[in-house]
């Protein structure tokens, strides 16, 4: 193949080689090769570095340039992107033989500014290291104004851009000036003063400096904080891997992805952004797989291709009230150079794509994403917040990679318009449940009692997949588990026996029996709901000895174990605490709105209204940090509150909610008034009640002939959560008459088995039957489970993509089989296998009014599509049959075919890659034949040759009734193609 089109060929993988790493370096220095040999003019070098310009555009125009100039060109570049490639260090500068030669140098006097040309590679890779001696020099000698030298050392230039401009402005000067630089490089390296030495300088304390990194990365991240109250626990002995997906489809990833995919290549949708956001709810383990990827990098023991992590808490940055710059923000917040600080931070402004950030918690934020502040040097000072968003963005420090996570419900359009790409994390797999719960219990016996009794509780079971609530779980089996009648149902259940516990492992031995805690302790329980309320209203999860003070708790208090004390590689800060985890403050903040006297009426309304609360009267005794905090900056945190506070403001309603049902009115009566709970409970009934009604009345009217069909909202789910927790079926019903619709779609929306579970209590009080839409969430086995109590209102449920087998299928069909309502499902991508056909028989046998089955892309084989056909051959009512993506081979097809033999309902039939081959099309061609109701027949990607094709021809001759049968991808040759759809147009190829 001629070079030429090699580069035409290959052009995304070469754009990739140079670009990937986010730096401008490779484009940059295979420009120098390519303008030192005289293979690019000075007019194509302008034309490709363009400032301000996307890298991959000046790379496509050094590459449309090479390719226009030929052959030749091709083979150049080539050469000269071998030598940039990592393993291949640039060539040292060298002058030529001749040089020492006096007479030879006056010969050349006249060509000076070629050289800088033909040695501009290596003169860029040696002047980096002493830009500011030259630029004196020059400076010194007339060569340059002082104009020139600021334009040069301009900070968002890295040392080699500046070497590369230097180089320049000095041929713009002229023979002498190109002279004088020439001189003044040889004589550095004759004395040695140029920094070449220096490199040795900087990776000598570079490397002390990693490892002084790598050693407080790893004593901070080996245990686990949650565990601090209790016991300590080693992240290796518990950490138990959770599920990852993408959030875009990519065509080449199916399921889950590993850990090395965050910072991978895998399911990039935006090449020139550097951010990888990994999304979870609250408690579904962002933070600890965080800690767990510093821990590895630590170890050197994943991430080898970074040579420096450097590990960002949001909830820390908040309480940075100081403008920095990002060098200050960089070494004062994760770690202090001993030596040499200018060093190690050039590296880092040269070598980004050798660089990791990692940003925890983006939704604890004061401020929520902008792209407002454009800052793109890296000395000057800003808000902290401005620099991690500019970060975020790439126009501070381009290439460094950088992985993020948030709660969803946090993460805004302009953040995701930077985005390299979205994992989301989704708690554990009912695999991860077992692990976790093997993991805790170091003996095997307990454990194994656990899971037992854990699947004898579905509803606890499903909690369980949420990481932080499987934590809690495991540390409570004792009070959660087995308890029989009334036992724990709901989150507020759950933290109810987890506070419980911490309390009765303060004092086990002031009691032998169940810890009144609410009574005991009631005085640390509203202190500390104090602090919680107050930080969750200001977006403050970290507290000073200050503002343990102003809410007087106590070193008592701070024996419960529920506060502990904050995790910090900071050098500068005194002791500051936090709650075990941001929902324990919630439960916390939600245990002060019920039982607190201080708090005005309007709290309940405002919290379920989502509104900042600021205006409430605590707010004026606020925390230090956040009170100077908004003296800096009050606009823009009023502007801002309300979207980043959300997600932790939902949960302590959703706590508030749980508290104050009828199930726990019981526990606050000995310390408030009984009208006073009553109110708040009205209160908290009247805001759910007006909140569905809102949503309901947002759902657009019907196009004329369209059934009604609503798309669920945000906080949709949220409120429904909020009447579970309550346990009131009257709220329930009285929210449900009012909704109106055919149609429910709740795609996309974060369902887990918890959600089913809330789905359920809810929306079995409808009035009408709904088709129920759940595509693409983590339904799963247990969450098809907790829907059962709604099936017999729903007439269809979708749930393409939910993870689900063969065991969640039985339990449904044999369920759904009672329900007269029930006639369409959709299960495309999950893990079905032959199991389950023998229960799809069974439903089509007993129900001989259901519509439509679909269960594409799964793993069903002939074996199932005969069980399936034993069902087929009795049914009287399916219209619609989807097998696409599963193999049920020749032998499946025929044993359908068979079973179709006189069928008059079946209208649709698809087994679109199935393997059928011309055997499966032939048996086929009979139901084509004589079905007097079938109209599309799909049979793309099946192996079928000319023989299947005619017999479907001959078989189409008597049926006019059939509109068209696809036969895209299958085993035929062009001609045949075209022959054949000239004899029949119904086919499509
Ligand atoms: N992968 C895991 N292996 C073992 N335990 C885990 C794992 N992930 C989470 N946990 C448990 O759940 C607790 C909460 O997890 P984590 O703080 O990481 O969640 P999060 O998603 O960051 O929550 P939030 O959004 O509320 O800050 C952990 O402290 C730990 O006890």
Redesign the pocket.
């Known amino acids: 193949m001629r070079v030429q089109d090699l580069v035409l060929n290959q052009r995304t993988e070469i754009l990739r080689v140079l670009c990937s790493s986010g730096s401008a370096e490779p484009v940059e220095h295979v420009t120098d090769i390519l303008l030192s040999q005289g293979e690019l003019t000075w007019e194509d070098y302008q034309s490709i570095h363009v400032s301000g310009r996307p890298l991959y555009t000046n790379a496509r125009q050094l590459l449309d340039v090479v390719y226009l100039k030929g052959e030749s060109s091709c083979g150049l570049f080539l050469e000269a992107l071998k030598k940039v490639l990592p393993e291949e260090q640039p060539a040292g500068f060298s002058f030529p033989d001749h040089w020492s030669d006096p007479e030879v140098r006056e010969e050349c006097q006249n060509t000076f500014c070629q050289t800088l040309l033909t040695q501009r590679p290596s003169l860029v890779s040696t002047l980096q290291h002493c830009v500011d001696g030259a630029l004196e020099a020059l400076l010194t000698s007339a060569h340059f104004t002082s104009a020139d030298c600021e334009g040069i050392r301009l900070p968002l230039r890295t040392p080699s851009q500046q070497a590369r401009c230097l180089l320049d402005h000095v041929r713009a000067k002229g023979e002498a000036a190109a002279k004088f630089l020439l001189e003044y490089i040889q004589q550095g390296e004759e004395s040695g003063s140029i920094l070449n030495k220096k490199t040795q300088t900087v990776s000598r304390e570079f490397l002390k400096f990693q490892k002084k990194l790598r050693s407080s990365l790893s004593a901070q991240s080996c245990f686990?904080?949650?565990?601090g109250g209790t016991s300590h626990m080693s992240l290796d002995d518990?950490?138990?891997?959770?599920q990852l997906e993408l959030a875009e489809v990519c065509p080449d990833v199916h399921g889950p992805i590993g850990l090395k995919d965050i910072t991978g290549e895998v399911g990039t949708i935006n090449e020139e952004a550097d951010t990888v956001l990994v999304s979870?709810?609250?408690?579904?383990?962002?933070?600890?797989?965080l800690?767990?990827l510093h821990l590895l990098w630590a170890r050197e023991a994943a991430l080898l291709e970074y040579l420096l992590l450097f590990p960002f808490s949001c909830r820390r940055l908040n309480t940075e009230l100081s403008e920095l710059s990002f060098k200050e923000l960089l070494f004062q917040h994760c770690c202090w150079p001993d030596r040499d600080q200018d060093e190690i931070f050039d590296f880092i402004q040269d070598h980004p794509h050798l660089i990791l950030f990692t940003f925890?918690?983006l939704?604890?934020l004061k401020q929520s994403f902008s792209d407002e502040h454009r800052l793109c040097c890296p000395t000057q000072r800003a808000p902290v917040h401005v620099l991690l968003f500019n970060l975020i963005q790439g126009s501070l420090l381009k290439g460094v990679r950088k992985v993020v996570?948030s709660?969803p419900g946090a993460v805004t359009p302009v953040l995701k318009k930077n985005l390299r790409k979205e994992v989301l994390?989704k708690g554990?797999s009912p695999s991860g449940i077992d692990c976790?719960v093997r993991?805790h219990h170091s003996d095997p016996t307990v454990a194994a009692k656990v899971l037992q009794s854990l699947h004898t509780n579905t509803t606890l079971l499903g909690l369980c997949h949420s990481?932080?609530l499987?934590?809690i779980v495991s540390c409570c089996h004792k009070e959660l588990l087995g308890c029989g009648e009334g036992s724990p149902q709901t989150i507020t259940d759950v933290y109810l026996t987890i506070v419980e516990h911490f309390f009765q492992h303060h004092s086990p031995l002031r009691s032998t029996g169940k810890i009144s805690w609410h009574r005991e302790y009631l005085d640390p329980v509203l202190r500390l709901g104090q602090l919680a309320f107050k930080g969750i209203v200001s977006t403050c999860y970290i507290f000073s000895d200050k503002d343990l003070d102003t809410c007087a708790i106590t070193k008592e208090d701070l024996s419960l174990g529920f506060l502990i004390q904050s995790k910090d590689l900071s050098v500068f800060r005194s002791k500051c605490y936090e709650f075990l985890?941001?929902?324990m403050q919630c439960f916390f903040a939600a245990v002060y709105v019920v039982v607190s006297k201080d708090l005005d009426r309007s709290t309940i309304p405002k919290l379920f209204e989502l509104k900042n609360l600021k205006e409430t009267s605590l707010r004026t005794a606020c925390f230090s940090a956040c009170l100077l905090y908004q003296q800096v900056d009050e606009r823009s945190l009023d502007k801002d509150a309300t979207a980043v506070e959300t997600?932790n403001l939902q949960m302590t309603a959703t706590f508030a909610s749980g508290l104050l049902s009828q199930r726990h009115r019981s526990l606050w009566l000995h310390c408030c008034p009984a009208t006073a709970i009553d109110r708040k409970t009205r209160q908290v009934s009247k805001c759910l009640s007006k909140g569905m009604q809102k949503h309901f009345k947002s759902i657009p009217q019907p196009v004329a002939g369209e059934k009604k069909s609503m798309h669920a909202m945000p906080g949709f789910v949220w409120l429904i959560k909020c009447i579970y927790e309550m346990q009131e079926c009257s709220i329930a019903k009285d929210a449900m008459s009012k909704l109106e619709v055919d149609h429910l779609k709740l795609t996309y929306c974060n369902i887990g088995p918890v959600e089913c579970t809330a789905l359920a209590f809810v929306l079995q009080h409808l009035n009408n039957p709904v088709g129920l839409q759940l595509d693409n969430n983590t339904v799963g086995d247990v969450g098809v489970e907790q829907l059962l109590p709604c099936m017999h209102i729903c007439h269809s449920l979708y749930l393409r993509n939910n993870n689900i087998t063969d065991e969640g299928i039985h339990k449904l069909i044999a369920k759904s089989i009672q329900c007269d309502n029930f006639h369409k499902i959709a299960l495309f991508n999950n893990r079905l296998t032959d199991a389950c056909t023998q229960d799809f028989s069974l439903l089509l046998k007993t129900k001989q009014d259901f519509i439509s089955l679909r269960l594409g892309n799964n793993n069903i084989t002939a074996e199932g599509a005969k069980q399936l056909a034993e069902g087929l051959r009795v049914n009287k009512s399916l219209k619609f049959l989807g097998l696409w993506g599963n193999s049920i081979g020749d032998a499946g097809a025929e044993a359908l075919a068979s079973a179709l033999e006189g069928n008059t309902t079946l209208v649709w039939l698809s087994l679109v890659g199935n393997g059928i081959g011309s055997a499966g099309a032939c048996a086929l061609s009979k139901v084509v034949k004589n079905n007097v109701s079938l109209e599309e027949l799909w049979l793309t990607e099946n192996c079928i040759t000319r023989m299947g094709v005619e017999c479907l021809i001959e078989a189409l001759q008597h049926n006019a009734n059939v509109k068209s049968i696809w036969l895209r991808n299958n085993d035929l040759r062009l001609e045949e193609v075209e022959e054949m759809a000239q004899r029949e147009s119904r086919l499509l190829f």
């Open positions: 686990l904080s949650t565990y518990i950490y138990t891997d959770g979870g709810e609250a408690g579904s383990g962002k933070s600890t797989l800690q767990r925890d918690g939704d604890e996570t709660r994390l554990f976790f993991k990481p932080v499987c934590w985890h941001v929902t997600p």
